[in-house]
Every structure is written in C-alpha cells, then in structure tokens.
C-alpha cells in the first residue's frame, strides 16, 4: 500500500511547509536573495550583483531584484504553486532543491509582490493566502517590454519590523564577497570573503 496524502488536510500540510522557518524575518532575507544570487550564476552573470533595498519608516517595504534567467507566466506557476517544485534539482552550483524557499515570503506576510520579466514579457503576479491558509497566485497584468530578465520580489513589512530588517540584512550580507549585492545592502564584509555564515542557506533556497 503506497503512502499518500489526505486531500483534506492540504491546507494544513501547506501551511505547515510555508511555515519551516524559526526566525521569519531572516528565512525572507536569506532566501530570496541567495535565489536571486543563484539566478544570476544561471545565467553567467556572476559579477553582476543583486539589488537590495531595504525598509524604512517611509517606505514599508523589503525588495530582492535580480537580472538573472527571469520567469514568464508558466514558470511563475510551477515554481510559486506547487510545493516541491525547484528549478534546482539538477545543479550543483546553486542552493536549494526543496521548493519552498520563493513561498517564505507567507511566512512573515500575508501576501507579497512578484515582478517578472522574460524574453519581452513582464509580468505583474501577487501571492496571496486564502482564507484557508493555502498560497495562492494571481497574475495581475502582462506587458510587452525591452527590460533585462530578472525577477523583483516585495515585501510588506511592519512598521515594528523595520530596524530588525535592516540589522540583520547587514548581518547577513557581510558574509557575502564585496560586488554581489548593491542598492541599500552593499556588502562590506567584515569577515573573510568566502566564510560561510553558519546556517546562511537555512531549509531551502528553491
């Protein structure tokens, strides 16, 4: 008898996955900007660095933007829709294979922004939860555009949450090599270039 899983209790189950993390705040730093520095090896850009931009008071907001492989609509619903699904399996060169780490943003808040551009075509989703507690997708608009590919992920952040977002991305990113990340979050490290910060990868980076 093969084992499977109980259709009711889905929302649970999901709710479970998207809720790994122990510390919320850093799960939403640590994933989604060790994705958008794994897309850029991807795609060969590996001197290109990531944009950060960091909350404050005036603007309630936590943004990774990468200029790696970028996502069109198909791939913005395998890879935020299905739990498990990863574009890293097959790699050894990038973190991740779990498919969880793009869904920690409904960890910390109820929804959060993604804007992906590929070949020509930008699009506008959000990722939501239902009132079940189930993540959901909605594509908002698509646009014809001349943009680079890339993806921009946003997230609300609460007002309390603002100076705790900005120590621990510092933290964080002065364990990243000087020229990877930029905007609000350059790194200068303080420790040697190529330490790895104990437990930096956390449960997934897919």
Known sequence: IKMGIDQASLAHLMDVMTNLYSDQIAAVIREYSTNARD???DAGFTERPIEVSLPT???LRFSVQDFGLGLSV???STVFSLYGASTKRESDTVNGMLGLGC???LTYALCFDVTAVKNGVKTFAQITKDEQGIGTIRVLDTASTTDANG????IPVKERDVRS???QARE???YWATGTVGGDAQAHPP???GEEQEGRHGVDGG
């Open 74 to 76: 198909d791939d913005l």
């Open 191 to 193: 420790h040697k270039e």
């Open 103 to 105: 869904k920690s943003g």
């Open 165 to 167: 977002f900005r120590d």
């Open 172 to 174: 964080f990113y002065s």
């Open 151 to 154: 993806v921009t992920i946003s």
């Open 39 to 41: 897309s850029h090896i």
């Open 57 to 59: 008071q005036h603007n």
